[in-house]
């Protein structure tokens, strides 16, 4: 007899933070028809009428603690600077079953808040990072495809129930996710390099180019390649403040690895040193082309 | 009576080095029936036979001496790095007809080039940059919809013949591209922000990451936002070597702009400055955002 797969299905989701990231969780669920009832919460009214007119969640709660009684999975989709906040509210209101994740950018500091903030509940807190996203916000800018074929990063601690980690799979794997395990700090030294580092450029290219006499015509004249490097620039400002001082050490290590290649090329150019720079400047070249054929 | 267009139209159109840019002139004005005759020069036959094979040009010749011949318009899309060389070529074979442009990223230099190496023909010599390209190169990356509604920038000099300019606007016309007038250093300032600049960055944002641990694991968990911002570290070396040097204060000026906004930032990780972080990052997101409402 062939085995039959149990139908995986959540009865009650609360997604804390109904933005780009927990309200596209919510439509990926719901279009897998793998949730019965989603709860949203967040701090606008306005945000959350949007994410019940586009029936992104089903009900809308201002206060987190009053959310998650009866919850079978709880996501906090927050900021990670909110974390804390949000966990110290919800910890005295979990009901025993409920499984809480997480969907922050780092994974040491909110596995931190969570030993502190979940206490007894924190063996059923599954700590995880989809790697996914855009520079827009917001529950209007969440879509159900959002998760297709990208990967889901959970760093489960000692004390992790294996029961927490397989529902929080597979409700990412419902989603369409490539679900890997990692090691926290490894985590955090791998987004540093490939997500931290890369907006903290963005940010300062901009404002580079925002300070000169003249931006108006300067942009005017701006072509492809501007517009991608800076597009991470239109991320939300106050999460990816967070996000940098919640992995500091992380991404400053990072930051100094990028700075000495920068200094590298800036004494290339002083010196009109022009084989030294096509020698980098091929070298980069090679290893983008390396790691575009291995993503294909 | 209405007045009619004269038909503008070139019967010799020699391209000097043919890859992205000098294929994609060519192919567009092929498409405008605003050419008869191309004549592709390169440095490898393997780029000319396949320049052929697709018909970006008519003819090809390895020596820009023996091509220039008759030639209506000369149009030198080779790396800035060797125009020098080009001009010193061509200069005693260009008959006295033939307008010659370039679509050098680069501006002062390349007029100090021709002023040196073109010698009586200066006057015909209409410096020009169109602000477009891919991270691809090679006649195969041609195609001939790269300038459409893309700006061309000529800065001509005090010397240079109004005829001439005349003639470089309408070919870039013919393209679908917006020609637009500018001084030579002021095109060389902004390029050196837009353009150059976030080259740099990309080559070293990529070398940074490469030289880690482990490169494959993290550009394996990489997202969209290193896609996008590495993209233009695709880009040919030995061409980007040669603008970095041909424009060196321009751009070492803007690297100072930009250095100095990284160490901003850096301070603020440091000292976990999360207020300070948020007002920069939101900074970048409204100046980006303004500029995008200004390019649509």
């Known amino acids: 007899m062939p085995r039959m797969a149990s139908r995986f299905r959540i009865n009650k989701l609360v997604v804390i933070g ?4 927990g ?34 969640i089903d009900e809308a709660q201002e206060h987190p603690a009053r959310a998650v009684g009866d919850a079978d999975l709880v996501l906090l989709a927050t900021p990670v600077g909110q974390m804390a906040a949000v966990m110290a509210a919800i910890a005295p209101h979990l009901p025993p079953k409920a499984v809480v994740t997480d969907a922050g950018s780092t994974k ?39 998760y297709r074929d990208r990967y889901v990063i959970v760093t489960p601690q000692r004390e992790t129930s294996a029961g927490a980690v397989k529902l929080v799979r597979s409700a990412w794997e419902a989603c369409g996710a490539r679900v890997v395990q990692l090691d926290a700090r490894e985590h955090d030294a791998i987004l540093a390099a490939v ?4 907006h903290v450029i963005a940010f ?15 942009f005017g004249f701006s072509g492809r390649g501007l517009r991608d490097t800076a597009r991470i620039a239109g991320s939300p400002g106050e999460m990816w403040a967070g996000i940098c001082v919640a992995n500091r050490d992380a991404l400053l290590a990072a930051l100094q690895d990028y700075e000495s290649e920068l200094e590298q090329a800036r004494a290339a ?25 291995k993503k294909n």
Do not use: Y
């Open 18 to 21: 109904v933005g780009l990231i």
């Open 269 to 293: 150019i002083e010196n009109g040193d022009v084989e030294a720079l096509k020698l980098m400047f091929e070298q980069a070249r090679r290893a983008r082309e390396k790691w575009l054929v």
């Open 108 to 146: 040491r500091d909110v596995i931190a808040c969570a030993r502190r903030f979940l206490g007894g509940h924190f063996p059923r807190f599954v700590p995880a990072h989809p790697i996914a996203g855009t520079e827009m916000s917001g529950a209007t800018a969440a879509f159900r495809e959002l």
């Open 23 to 56: 309200g596209s969780f919510a439509l990926a669920l719901k279009r897998a028809r793998a949730v019965k009832h989603v709860v949203g919460v967040g701090r606008t009214r306005r945000n959350l009428a949007a994410a019940l007119k586009l029936k992104v």
């Open 204 to 218: 300062a290219l901009v404002n580079a180019l925002a300070r000169r006499p003249n931006p108006k015509r300067l």
């Open 195 to 198: 997500s931290h580092l890369p």
